[in-house]
């Protein structure tokens, strides 16, 4: 069994429909304040193949954060 870098969990399973990730803690909803906003930032401010590969590098990057500050994913049918 994985275990994260926190004391405590900043993304747990979903509790609703689906299947992976929700917020946990006010950790988890900045983490996720701060890529909103750089991905908004980057959408606008660059343009074509730096863009996509500044959103890859983002969404890449938010991942790994989850990954590693978040318990196993999941949802209401897989626990």
């Known amino acids: 069994m994985r275990t994260r870098v926190t004391k405590k969990a900043w993304f747990g ?3 609703q429909v689906g ?16 890529f ?3 991905v908004v930032g980057s959408a ?3 343009h ?3 863009r996509t590969a500044s ?3 983002l ?3 938010f991942v ?3 990954l590693l500050t978040g318990d196993p994913p999941g949802g209401p049918g897989y626990r």
Not at 20 to 33: D, H, N, Q, Y
């Open 13 to 15: 399973p979903k509790r």
């Open 19 to 34: 299947w992976g990730w929700s917020v946990a803690s006010w950790e988890g909803r900045i983490t996720s304040a701060v």
């Open 36 to 38: 909103i906003v750089l």
């Open 44 to 46: 606008l401010a660059l």
């Open 48 to 50: 074509g193949t730096t």
């Open 55 to 57: 959103l890859i590098g």
């Open 59 to 61: 969404l890449v990057a």
């Open 64 to 66: 790994v954060v989850v």
